[in-house]
């Protein structure tokens, strides 16, 4: 079973706009951390946030968590016609395992 | 510096059959986890190999089996292959405690 769920499951943008993506989870974790995937090929680590940490930043990614709701979001800035991908997120709990929600996939029209 | 290696990329079986995917980690790495992706779907946990044991285990049954070799190196066996066992079979390996590096995955058909 999936742990977290993503919203919106598809989006579409034009190139240059931001692209917004949420993930609910419904357990305690340690971790959560956002993964890309290009066509069903292997799976690309982005980002991971602890659970004590609110906000974090690589490049144009911008993640934040919210223990209390449980939930995430992944920012893409500037998005380009190459951030056309799925993007998922996985939380880590006390096992050293991941759950994965089900996934956003992305299209940035150029 | 090798990533993530899989074998074999596709390839198709018919109920019954069964199966044997293989997962070379990625250099220096001694733990690899095994993932099941059905279409349209993310990833679902199947098992974790550290130190040629199985040491954590999701929700899969039994015809679902594993092994890891001393070289780190694992495979996935999967017998009496369902249709619903048709999906994209992800490894990956990492440090007992670090950051999962997943292959391109072995893209399994049941006919």
């Known amino acids: 079973s999936q742990q977290g769920e993503e919203d919106p499951q598809a989006l579409s943008i034009q190139e240059g706009e931001n692209a917004t993506m949420n993930c609910s989870y419904k357990t305690s974790i340690n971790n959560l951390q956002w993964y890309r995937q290009n066509s069903g090929r292997g799976l690309v680590h982005l980002i991971l946030?602890?659970?004590?940490?609110r906000e974090k930043h690589s490049g144009r990614l911008r993640v934040t968590l919210d223990t209390s709701k449980k939930s995430s979001s992944l920012l893409i800035t500037a998005s380009r016609a190459a951030d056309t991908a799925s993007y998922f997120c996985?939380?880590?709990?006390?096992?050293?395992?991941?759950?994965f929600g089900s996934g956003t996939q992305l299209t940035v029209l150029p | 510096d090798a990533g993530v290696t899989q074998s074999p990329t596709h390839l198709i079986k018919t109920r019954g059959q069964q199966v044997t995917l293989r997962c070379s980690p990625k250099s220096g790495h001694d733990t690899v986890s095994w993932y099941q992706q059905a279409l349209g779907q993310g990833p679902q946990f199947i098992f974790q190999?550290?130190?040629?044991?199985?040491?954590q285990r999701g929700n899969f049954p039994d015809r679902f089996s594993g092994h890891q070799f001393p070289n780190y190196s694992s495979e996935l066996n999967v017998n009496a292959l369902l249709l619903g066992d048709s999906a994209l079979y992800l490894c990956?390996?990492?440090?007992?405690?670090?950051?999962?590096?997943f292959g391109e995955g072995s893209r399994l058909t049941v006919l």
């Open positions: 990956a390996s990492s440090l007992i405690a670090g950051e999962l590096f």
């Open positions: 996985a939380t880590e709990g006390s096992a050293r395992q991941l759950t």
């Open positions: 946030i602890r659970s004590n940490e």
């Open positions: 190999y550290y130190e040629e044991e199985e040491r």
